[in-house]
């Protein structure tokens, strides 16, 4: 097997790799640049564009940097994906009016999935997109480890996927997302849940909490928190469409503690079918913990004519680096004038140091290929009898 990194080996985001054999040629990810500017030209690649040069593509995860290119390939493409992954995104696709794609097989832990002389084995890891997956690429006697994006201190427990993986490769395709902030140790989910407790207790009027509808993991922490200190969880149709999309476990509007409210009329529609469903007047009556988007404003100001705001908190949980928008920084000096706290909460999707090193010892691998990563130099310190190629 040949690997060919067409894009993404130097950068964060954007990733589109190639692996292929003299008689089969697959993607995995074929993403968007996380710079939208970049992203005004396709990358030039007839065979994935133009006609069906590709025999599938192979999808780790939702988030536009992995998957946003996938719309726009040939439609006689095969693609896979997981089945919650797709769930979620055609949820998302739904709510905007987008069109939404149609993978022809869903990625599953272990599940080995044959194309041409390569069989793909996809293993579930954990990261701020749900359902994300490693590829373990075969051919004859080589194999091709990909990690996708991946963390180890979500809630899933890394020594499970670790235990699960082989002990020996051959190539090892590995993100480095975090080495642009060297010794950066991440914090856990569960660490999150505690200081959330610790903000929602001692602060007791509104939290609103804003975040990605789309980080699953992020949901759940925040939800969790919600219920031991006894307020309601408030989510808008779209992240409510989402949350439904993922599973019945994961915090939706048939929980009983779990509520969908709409902030423009017109889409009714996207939360009648629920049983739980609030209006303004009677959210001004409850104790919860409502999650926002910046796009929101409007609403938590009328909100705010409705309810007293005092001792209330708006939680930014996003990467820091957002803060730096125009917009951002807009919708928190509105939401400080509107009487409310900024906290701050969060953790990254990616893996640290510790959790990479501990991934690179248990597959072995004779090479370690970079991507993701604006320091691939990295691998070569914390894992220096490895062979790395930059
Ligand atoms: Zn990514
Ligand atoms: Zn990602």
């Known amino acids: 097997m040949k690997i060919n990194i067409i894009r993404g080996k130097n950068q964060i985001g954007g990733n589109i790799i190639e692996i292929f054999t003299k008689q089969t040629k697959i993607l995995l990810d074929a993403g968007l640049e996380l710079d939208d500017e970049k992203n005004e030209q396709l990358p030039h690649i007839p065979e994935l564009f133009e006609y069906a040069g590709y025999d599938a593509i192979f999808a780790t995860h939702y988030h536009g940097d992995h998957l946003g290119l996938v719309y726009k390939a040939h439609k006689d493409i095969p693609i896979y994906m997981g089945e919650r992954s797709y769930n979620i995104i055609s949820a998302s696709d739904n709510y905007n009016g987008h069109d939404t794609i149609n993978p022809i097989g869903f990625l599953r832990h272990k599940e080995e999935i044959i194309v041409g002389d390569i069989t793909v084995i996809p293993f579930l890891c954990d990261h701020s997109a749900f359902d994300s997956y490693m590829l373990l690429c075969k051919s004859g006697e080589e194999s091709i480890l990909y990690t996708g994006d991946f963390r180890s201190n979500g809630r899933k427990p890394f020594g499970m996927l670790l235990s699960s993986l082989p002990k020996k490769i051959n190539k090892l395709i590995c993100e480095g997302t975090t080495f642009s902030r060297e010794g950066y140790f991440a914090e856990t989910e569960k660490s999150l849940e505690e200081k959330a407790f610790k903000i929602f207790s001692e602060n007791k009027g509104p939290v609103f909490i804003l975040q990605s509808s789309m980080n699953i993991d992020r949901i759940v922490t925040v939800y969790r928190a919600a219920k031991r200190t006894g307020r309601i969880f408030l989510e808008d149709a779209y992240m409510a469409g989402i949350t439904t999309a993922a599973g019945e476990h994961i915090p939706n509007p048939n929980f009983k503690d779990v509520y969908a409210f709409i902030t423009n009329p017109s889409k009714y529609e996207f939360v009648s079918k629920y049983k739980r469903k609030v209006g303004k007047d009677k959210i001004s009556k409850m104790h919860f913990v409502m ?3 910046t796009t929101m404003l409007s609403y938590i100001k009328s909100l705010s004519e409705k309810m007293s705001f005092e001792n209330g908190v708006l939680v930014y949980s996003f990467w820091s680096g957002y803060k730096n928008s125009e917009s951002m920084k807009e919708f928190l000096s509105e939401c ?8 701050t909460l969060h953790t990254s999707g990616h893996a640290d140091e510790n959790a990479i090193r501990m991934l690179i010892e248990t597959v072995n691998p ?9 320091n691939a130099e990295r691998f070569k310190k914390i894992a220096p009898e490895f062979f790395v190629e930059i």
């Open 366 to 374: 004779d090479v370690i290929i970079p991507v993701h990563t604006e």
């Open 336 to 343: 400080e004038a509107l009487g409310l706290k900024i906290k």
């Open 291 to 293: 999650c926002v988007r």
